[in-house]
């Protein structure tokens, strides 16, 4: 049994946020109840349309992506999106992010009170922010800990907050601490990578390409903090899963494989329930 | 118009039956298990580039159109698509060859959609892009609709399929760009000729955005429906990733922003903000 900041999850395998659509069109590749949990695309409280295009480029063993987060807004998502995900009896968790902290607290009540909310998680570092208007993005160790905090203040008991951090090697046990010490109740070591569109424009990396950095992130991070971790960052394999697992994290987030294979939740839920026996092919 | 809703995708590892260089194209005859039996003209499939074996570098999959779908080789319902080999995922794919596995995930999008009433009807499309339009036209042929067909291409190498074009339409015009067969210039060229010889009540086009936008405005200077099938660059193809956004007009009249693999590929000619899509001035 996966037991993430009291939480209890149905599998260790949790979907990343921006990965699973609205979740309907995931749906159609396995039932969502059966994920440890379904983490929403990036919130923000207005509605985003998002960036230009070229929004995803393939790059070697990886995805660029530069998609500006849109989304409906939390008025949009509470009436559409978050109902339709109860009804599939998923475990939703929310990814935010915002333009000031004020908003983050914001978005903190306004979600923190929704029924079938069972946790945020603060996208405190996205790689991309554009276009305007801009969100905030944490570089230093102290924003990220206002962040945790402006959204910590305002959730009822029993609704945790994870801090989603940048995989920088050098400034994440930093960052994590700050992120503790505010009152995140689990850390997500593995956000995208910060990178570039060929036009310059400010993107994520994602994908295989960036798995063993986002690694090392995770074991320095889990040497350094007594919360639970969820490891993200170029999982795919079931073997994937397992490294991760058995260094000491306590579930993983699966984001840019589903891209490329939406089964692959489904798949790593199959192989890793220790009640079934099913013969997952070795590697892929 | 009976509404193409969305339709349900398998995702399975796909063996090549057979592979056949036609003019500048490779015709692909898949067997994918599901993908042909849930199959309506206008959804189209994704395959991942790469032997299933081989772990995965190159992640971003590539949408082809469904061509046909046919019993064949004792399969129920083999897929065939059309590759045009411009990068090094097609050309993967041209490489391919009988026995070969690839990963298929589909029908995705949204279909056509189909009058209720026999209607006339032209069918536009451009390249490999007309793919769609041949099962299409025989779905439109048994609900009683007279097909015009109006094919196009850069030269006769891409024009696709014109020998069958005859035999499912009552009338087919062929333009190409530096006229090695039939009148030689642009689609848009000859819309409004076509549309109004044949008394056109629905435009069904596939083809590049400006052929799309060109249509779309055609039939709606004739009173014509439009119903055009967007080719734009995809990443994941199933409608997780928002990465194919295409500016729309709601039934409400506000604007919004659709994404072309899931709530396309087929919009309605008139809801399209053509001139914010990009690609949309060649």
């Keep these: ?284 | 118009m009976s509404a193409g809703g969305p339709v349900s995708p398998v995702h399975v590892t796909g063996e090549v039956l057979a592979s056949k260089r036609i003019g500048a194209f490779w015709h692909l005859t898949l067997v994918a298990p599901g993908v042909g039996e849930r199959f309506r003209p206008g959804t189209f499939l994704a395959v991942s580039v790469g032997s299933p074996d081989e772990g995965r570098t190159r992640l971003a999959r590539r949408a082809l159109w469904i061509h046909q779908v046919r019993p064949l080789g004792g399969y129920a319902a083999t897929v065939q698509v059309v590759v045009e080999p411009v990068g090094p995922g097609t050309r993967w794919l041209a490489g391919l060859e009988r026995g070969d596995r690839v990963e298929v995930t589909g029908p995705l999008g949204r279909p056509f959609a189909l009058p209720k009433e026999p209607v006339s009807t032209v069918l536009v499309g451009e390249g490999y892009a007309a793919a769609p339009l041949f099962s299409l036209a025989e779905r439109l042929r048994e609900r009683d609709c007279p097909v015009t067909l109006v094919l196009g291409a850069p030269d006769e190498a891409r024009l696709l399929n014109a020998l069958e074009a005859r035999r499912t339409a009552r009338a087919v015009t062929v333009v190409t760009r530096d006229g090695s067969v039939g009148a030689r210039g642009e689609i848009a060229d000859v819309l409004d000729e076509v549309l109004r010889r044949a008394g056109a009540d629905v435009v069904y086009a596939a083809g590049p955005t400006p052929v799309l936008h060109a249509v779309a405005l055609a039939a709606e200077a004739h009173g014509a429906w439009s119903q055009t099938a967007l080719e734009q660059p995809l990443t994941c193809a199933t409608g997780l990733c928002h990465g194919c956004p295409v500016p729309v007009v709601g039934e409400d009249g506000v604007a919004r922003t659709a994404r072309a693999c899931a709530d396309g590929p087929v919009l309605r000619g008139d809801r399209v903000r053509w001139d914010d899509l990009a690609g949309a001035r060649s």
């Design chain 1, 1 to 284: 049994m996966t037991v993430l900041a009291g939480l209890r999850l149905a599998s260790p395998v949790v979907v990343a946020a921006g990965c699973g659509g609205t979740g309907r069109e995931l749906a159609a590749y396995g039932s969502l109840d059966a994920l440890g949990a379904f983490t929403t695309r990036t919130i923000t409280l207005d509605a985003r349309r998002g960036g230009p295009v070229p929004r995803l480029l393939e790059t070697p063993s990886g995805l660029l992506h530069a998609t500006g987060l849109p989304n409906p807004g939390v008025d949009g998502f509470l009436a559409t999106e978050l109902p339709w995900l109860l009804q599939q009896r998923a475990r939703v968790v929310v990814s935010v992010a915002a333009r000031s902290l004020g908003e983050l607290a914001e978005l903190a009540r306004r979600l923190g009170t929704a029924p079938g909310v069972s946790a945020i998680e603060v996208n405190v570092s996205p790689p991309d922010t554009g276009p305007e208007p801009e969100l905030m993005s944490a570089r230093e160790p102290f924003q990220v800990g206002a962040a945790v905090a402006a959204v910590e203040r305002e959730l009822p008991r029993g609704v945790p907050v994870l801090a989603k951090l940048r995989p920088d090697a050098v400034r994440v046990v930093e960052a994590a601490r700050a992120a503790v010490e505010a009152g995140a109740q689990a850390l997500v070591v593995g956000q995208a990578l910060p990178a570039s569109m060929p036009d310059g424009r400010a993107a994520g990396l994602s994908g295989p390409a960036v798995g063993p950095l986002a690694l090392r992130c995770l074991v320095e991070v889990l040497e350094a903090v007594d919360v639970p971790v969820v490891a993200g960052g170029g999982v795919a394999t079931v073997a994937d899963v397992r490294a991760r697992l058995a260094l000491g994290a306590v579930a993983v987030q699966v984001g840019a494989a589903l891209l490329h294979d939406p089964t692959t939740a489904a798949r790593l839920v199959a192989a890793l329930d220790p009640d079934t026996t099913s013969e997952e092919t070795p590697d892929r």
